[in-house]
């Protein structure tokens, strides 16, 4: 299953809210993640089972989506949101992920 | 709190063998029923999943690797073991391996658990 994320770069202000987007190629049903990396660090789950915040995640990251079209929102931007996102697929193997959203905090 | 450790060596010739293993602290591999995952990350790129192991043995492999992945569980060691062989230029990346967390997934392949990973390099 073939993760397509949308836009490859955002570049939004502090205060701002973002939405990224990851397309699959076949219906994954809710089995759909989001994980967050910053340079030099494992990926951090964010979200799992399409909607569900992982464990002291805050509550501005929210996602959504259901089949094959995912958003992750995430609203009042801080600067510490500065990364790469991924979304990555459970619902059949293969497990894959999407390509990656860097998100620029200005 | 589950703390996961890769390690291995840093280099690895062409067409060798690569061989990591994760050591896994704060909780025993044979606990609960999940699937142990392995991701790379060649520098400055995206992430790979490699495969996953359960506690059991039972493994499941990305075919894009074909049969070049070996990975096993040694619950008396509390350790995972990846092998991947007859390496290139192009495995070199950094190696993560993975859990989900209680109550996430069911266990299954959502990582909320990741080592710091380790990075190999593939040249001669």
């Known amino acids: 299953i073939v993760l397509t994320q949308s836009p490859g770069t955002l570049s939004l202000s502090p205060g701002e809210g973002a939405t990224l987007s990851c397309r699959a190629s076949q219906s994954v049903n809710t089995y759909l993640a989001w994980y967050q990396q910053k340079p030099g660090q494992a990926p951090r789950l964010l979200i799992y089972e399409a909607s569900n915040r992982a464990t002291g995640i805050p509550v501005r990251f929210s996602g959504s989506g259901s089949g094959t079209d995912f958003t992750l929102t995430i609203s009042s931007l801080e600067p510490e949101d500065s990364a790469v996102y991924y979304c990555?697929?459970?619902?059949?193997?293969?497990?894959?992920f999407g390509q990656g959203t860097r998100l620029e905090i200005k | 709190q589950l703390q996961l450790q890769e390690s291995g060596p840093g280099l690895v010739k062409p067409w060798e063998t690569l061989s990591l293993t994760c050591t896994v602290s704060?909780?025993?591999?044979?606990?609960?029923?999940?699937?142990w995952g392995w991701i790379r990350q060649p520098r400055g790129k995206g992430l790979e999943w490699i495969g996953s192991i359960t506690s059991g043995g039972d493994t499941y492999n990305n075919p894009s690797l074909k049969s070049r992945v070996t990975m096993s569980v040694a619950t008396s060691k509390n350790q995972l073991s990846l092998k991947l062989s007859s390496v290139t230029a192009a495995d070199t990346a950094v190696y993560y391996c993975?859990?989900?967390?209680?109550?996430?997934?069911?266990?299954?392949?959502?990582?909320?658990?990741w080592g710091q990973g380790t990075l190999v390099t593939v040249s001669s």
């Open positions: 990555q697929q459970r619902r059949d193997w293969p497990i894959t």
């Open positions: 704060g909780d025993s591999i044979s606990s609960g029923s999940y699937y």
């Open positions: 993975a859990r989900a967390s209680p109550g996430h997934c069911g266990g299954g392949s959502c990582y909320g658990y």
